[in-house]
């Protein structure tokens, strides 16, 4: 069975563009979470749907928005992006909301310039 | 507040030498924990998790992990490292109520020696 896919896996973009990354998570999971990793941190949570809707959301400001789809994918879109928004985006998948084990797909690695 | 400590930013071990990794969280409740392991320029692979019962869990790969309830602790162990452990790991605590939500440590990137 296919994991968790992720496009694109690597983007490029400059200051206050704007930009979607997309997540199909495994068969069977309902459960979609975003994280970003900042070179040389652990992952920090963004958001987690459920059922195609918000159930959980991290400390990120508003330029970051997240939706699910009938099919359970999902996309993950920031506006306005700087600097420091560069980093490795990683979407997770799960049967549930709870806290059932999350299987992370491979990322997208996104760079501002 | 919530939070998951791993003090250890590098460690170094010879091949065949034990390991044993350190992860600390401040948590009211009872958590719920994870091991993650991370290759380069990959994504996260769970290696064990424990949500209740016996407090020693086993994993893939060789890996176990004891949570001490007293120490807010979840440390992982392997007896023998292979140089295919080299990688960076990440200890993880779900946190419930409100909006729920998984907490990452740090990481520690893990050397091993041939």
Same mark, same amino acid.
């Given at each position: 069975? #296919?994991?968790?896919?992720?496009?694109?896996?690597?983007?490029?973009?400059?200051?206050?563009?704007?930009?979607?990354?997309?997540?199909?998570?495994?068969?069977?999971?309902?459960?979609?979470?975003?994280?970003?990793?900042?070179?040389?941190?652990?992952?920090?949570?963004?958001?987690?749907?459920?059922?195609?809707?918000?159930?959980?959301?991290?400390?990120?400001?508003?330029?970051?928005? #997240?939706?699910?789809?009938?099919?359970?994918?999902?996309?993950?879109?920031?506006?306005?992006?700087?600097?420091?928004?560069?980093?490795?985006?990683?979407?997770?998948?799960?049967?549930?909301?709870?806290?059932?084990?999350?299987?992370?797909?491979?990322?997208?690695?996104?760079?501002?310039? | 507040?919530?939070?998951?400590?791993?003090?250890?930013?590098?460690?170094?071990?010879?091949?065949?030498?034990?390991?044993?990794?350190?992860?600390?969280?401040?948590?009211?409740?009872?958590?719920?924990?994870?091991?993650?392991?991370?290759?380069?320029?990959?994504?996260?692979?769970?290696?064990?998790?424990?949500?209740?019962?016996?407090?020693?869990?086993?994993?893939?790969?060789?890996?176990?992990?004891?949570?001490?309830?007293?120490?807010?602790?979840?440390?992982?162990?392997?007896?023998?490292?292979?140089?295919?452990?080299?990688?960076?790991?990440?200890?993880?605590?779900?946190?419930?109520?409100?909006?729920?939500?998984?907490?990452?440590?740090?990481?520690?990137?893990?050397?091993?020696?041939?």
């Amino acid at each position: 069975d #296919a994991g968790v896919t992720q496009s694109p896996t690597h983007l490029i973009k400059t200051r206050g563009q704007q930009v979607t990354l997309r997540c199909s998570p495994i068969s069977g999971h309902k459960s979609v979470s975003w994280y970003q990793q900042v070179l040389g941190q652990g992952p920090q949570f963004i958001f987690q749907y459920y059922e195609k809707e918000e159930r959980g959301r991290g400390n990120f400001p508003d330029r970051f928005s #997240a939706r699910q789809f009938p099919n359970y994918s999902s996309e993950l879109n920031v506006n306005a992006l700087l600097l420091g928004d560069s980093a490795l985006y990683l979407c997770a998948s799960s049967l549930g909301q709870g806290n059932q084990p999350q299987h992370f797909g491979d990322g997208t690695r996104l760079s501002i310039l | 507040a919530q939070s998951v400590t791993q003090p250890d930013i590098h460690i170094t071990v010879s091949e065949g030498a034990s390991l044993e990794l350190r992860c600390n969280y401040s948590y009211g409740a009872t958590p719920y924990l994870f091991w993650y392991v991370q290759s380069p320029g990959q994504g996260l692979q769970l290696l064990l998790k424990y949500f209740s019962g016996d407090t020693l869990v086993q994993g893939i790969k060789g890996f176990e992990a004891e949570f001490k309830r007293s120490q807010s602790s979840f440390n992982l162990r392997k007896p023998s490292v292979h140089w295919s452990d080299a990688a960076e790991y990440f200890c993880a605590v779900w946190f419930s109520g409100g909006y729920n939500k998984l907490i990452f440590g740090a990481g520690t990137r893990l050397a091993v020696h041939p």
